[in-house]
Nanobody, 120 residues
Framework: QVQLVESGGGLVQAGGSLRLSCVAS????????MGWYRQGPGKQRELVAT???????NYADSVKGRFTISSDNAKNTLYLQMNSLKPEDTAVYYC??????????????WGQGAQVTVSS
């Protein structure tokens, strides 16, 4: 179990930028995979970006070249830098942490969600 607290959401005009932060209750070095997901109005939750403990990153095609996932281990914090925002990026963004627990396997923890609204 990992507690995740998100911040940085808000309202921005199309073409603008925002940075989301996710502070974990434990060292993110010990977390196998961390990532960002989003759920827009009337849509299913979808993957935005992930980062593994080995340094590998993955992005949804819709955000490649615009979004960057990064971390600061000293601050136990995961970031999502969002540039060139589009109205279709409007969604609630959720921070995710996946850890391997003995007998339980992989366990997911989620942040409370951060609303990102992009105006046209």
């Amino acid at each position: 179990q990992v507690q995740l607290v998100e911040s940085g959401g808000g309202l921005v005009q199309a073409g603008g930028s925002l940075r989301l932060s996710c502070v974990a209750s434990r060292s993110i070095f010990s977390i196998n995979v961390m990532g960002w997901y989003r759920q827009g109005p009337g849509k299913q939750r979808e993957l935005v970006a992930t980062a593994t403990s080995g340094g590998s990153t993955n992005y949804a095609d819709s955000v490649k070249g615009r979004f960057t996932i990064s971390s600061d281990n000293a601050k136990n914090t995961l970031y999502l830098q969002m540039n060139s925002l589009k109205p279709e990026d409007t969604a609630v963004y959720y921070c995710n942490a996946r850890v391997r627990v003995p007998y339980s396997g992989l366990v997911d923890s989620w942040g409370q969600g951060a609303q990102v609204t992009v105006s046209s």
